[in-house]
C-alpha cells in the first residue's frame, strides 16, 4: 500500500516538475508532496459474521477491503480519487444473490439470502473542483442525500452502491443547492451478477435547502429512469421536502426533529400508472449520552396495486434491521417505531461504547393489515483503530413474511 501511495505521490510530483521529499512518513496520515499538494491513502478493512434463521438458513463470513488515494491539488481547490473494493467469502454457506441467477455459483437457492457476493471492483474515481462556494464532482462516486431514504450508498453491505454522476454543490447565505445527474446506478451485486452489475439510465437528484438558525427546510425532486428492462419498474418521479430541528432544551438537553412529505407518481419507461404519498415524522430527545426516538413512517400505495419504491436508498436504515421491507408490498407500509440509545461516556477504559434497542410494528396502508413487528439491538465498542459491532434482528411475522431472525458480528479497521 505505502509503495503504491509513494508511487501515486511521484507521479503527481513529476506534473509538477518537482521532487518527492524522502521525510519519514506515518501510515495513513496525508503525504506532503509540495506546499501544495498532498495525497492521502486511503484504507479500510471489514470482516463479518451473519446469520440468518427464517424459512431457509444461512452463514456468512466475509471480509471486504477499500484501497485507493485521494490526492489534492490545494492551490487550485482540485483533487483526484481513486479506490478499488474488493470482497470474499471465507465461509459460503448463503445466496449471494435476491434474484433467479443460475449462471453464477454465488447463487446458491437452498440457503437463505445475505447480498455480500464476492466481488473486486472499481468503486470510486473521481475529480473534485472545490472552493468555499462551490464543489462540483465528476465521476464515480459515493452520493448520500440527507437520510438517505431517496439516495445512499447503501454503506451495511459489502459491496457499496456508487454512481456514475456529475454533482454541482453550491450556496449562498442560507441558501444551498446540490443537483446531480447519473447515467448509471452501480449496484452492491457485483461483478459475478450479470445485468444487475449496474443499471443505465437517466437519473436527476434536485434539491434546495434553506436554513433559518436551528430549523433547515430542503424541497428536492428525484426524478429516475431507467433504461434496462430489468429495472424499468421503478422509474418514478417523487417531488417533496424535508424539515429538520435541533433545539436546546436546556443544558446537556436537546430535541431534534424531522419531518418528510413527497408524493412519488408514475414516469418515463415504468409500466405501471400510479401516485402514492410518503409521509415520515421523527422526534429524539438527548440528555447526558441517553437518546429516546419516535418516530412514524408510511411507504404509500395506490390502492393496493402499486407501491411507493426507494430503489436508489440505503435501505437497510429503515423498517427493520431483518430487511423484510426492501422492496414496499404493493399494499404499501406504515411503520411506528421507538427506541432508546445511550453511549456510556462514564467507562473510560472503553471508547466508544453504545447500546441501541428499538421496536417496529408495521402494517399495510390499504386493508388494514398488521404485517408483524420488529426487535433490533445492536451494541459497540472501539479499541484502537477498530470498531466493533454487535447486532440482532428479530421479526415476528402476522400478515407478511416469515419469522426471520439475523445476528451480525463485525470488526472494521480503517486508517
Known amino acids: 500500500m505505502r509503495t503504491r501511495t509513494l508511487l501515486a505521490a511521484a507521479v503527481l510530483a513529476a506534473a509538477a516538475g518537482i521532487a518527492v521529499p524522502a521525510a519519514a512518513h506515518t501510515l495513513g496520515e ?45 492551490a487550485l481547490g482540485l483533487s483526484f480519487l481513486a479506490e478499488g473494493q474488493g470482497t470474499v467469502a471465507l465461509d459460503k454457506g448463503y445466496n449471494a444473490f435476491p434474484f433467479v441467477h443460475p449462471a453464477s455459483n454465488q447463487y446458491r437457492p437452498a440457503d437463505a439470502v445475505i447480498a455480500d457476493p464476492e466481488s473486486i471492483a472499481l468503486n470510486r474515481l473521481q475529480l473534485q473542483y472545490r472552493t468555499k ?44 443547492i446540490d443537483l446531480t445527474y447519473s447515467n448509471s446506478q452501480r449496484t452492491i451485486y457485483g461483478r459475478d451478477s450479470g445485468p444487475r452489475r449496474s443499471f443505465d439510465g437517466d437519473f436527476g437528484f434536485l ?23 430489468l429495472a424499468v419498474v421503478n422509474s418514478s418521479q417523487t417531488y417533496g421536502f424535508r424539515a429538520t430541528a435541533g433545539l436546546p432544551l436546556a443544558r446537556g438537553v436537546k430535541l431534534n426533529l424531522a419531518g418528510s412529505y413527497a408524493r412519488q407518481s408514475s414516469f ?38 402499486h407501491a411507493l419504491q426507494t430503489p436508489l436508498a440505503t435501505l437497510h436504515k429503515f423498517n427493520g434491521w431483518a430487511d423484510l421491507f426492501l422492496t414496499t408490498p404493493a399494499k404499501g407500509l406504515q411503520d411506528a417505531y421507538g427506541g432508546v440509545a445511550y453511549a456510556f461516556p462514564g467507562v473510560k477504559a472503553v471508547k466508544g461504547l453504545s447500546a441501541t434497542v428499538v421496536y417496529h ?46 445476528f451480525w458480528l463485525q470488526a472494521e479497521f480503517a486508517l
Open 361 to 406: 410494528q408495521f402494517d399495510s396502508d390499504v386493508g388494514a393489515i398488521d404485517y408483524g413487528h420488529e426487535w433490533d439491538l445492536s451494541a459497540g465498542l472501539k479499541t484502537g483503530k477498530v470498531a466493533w459491532l454487535v447486532k440482532y434482528a428479530t421479526y415476528t411475522a402476522r400478515g407478511f413474511g416469515v419469522d426471520t431472525k439475523k
Open 207 to 229: 434539491g434546495a435547502t434553506l436554513k433559518a438558525g436551528p430549523v433547515a427546510v430542503k424541497g428536492f425532486a428525484y426524478l429516475v429512469d431507467y433504461g434496462d428492462p
Open 30 to 74: 496525508p503525504i506532503t508532496v509540495d506546499d501544495t499538494i498532498t495525497v492521502d491513502p486511503m484504507l479500510d478493512a471489514r470482516l463479518r459474521w451473519e446469520d440468518v434463521d427464517a424459512a431457509k438458513a444461512a452463514d456468512a463470513v466475509t471480509l471486504r477491503a477499500r484501497f485507493g488515494f485521494e490526492a489534492r491539488q490545494k
Open 268 to 305: 418515463k419507461t415504468t409500466p405501471f400508472r400510479f401516485a402514492a404519498d410518503y409521509v415520515a415524522i421523527e422526534g429524539g430527545l438527548g440528555t447526558h449520552g441517553f437518546t429516546a426516538t419516535a418516530g412514524y413512517e408510511k411507504l404509500g400505495s395506490d390502492g393496493g396495486l
Open 133 to 176: 462556494a462551490l464543489a462540483l464532482t465528476l465521476g464515480r462516486q459515493r452520493i448520500n442525500l440527507d437520510d438517505q431514504r431517496w439516495v445512499g450508498n447503501a454503506g451495511w453491505r459489502q459491496n457499496e452502491q456508487t454512481f456514475d454522476a456529475v454533482r454541482l454543490e453550491t450556496g449562498h447565505g442560507p441558501l444551498a
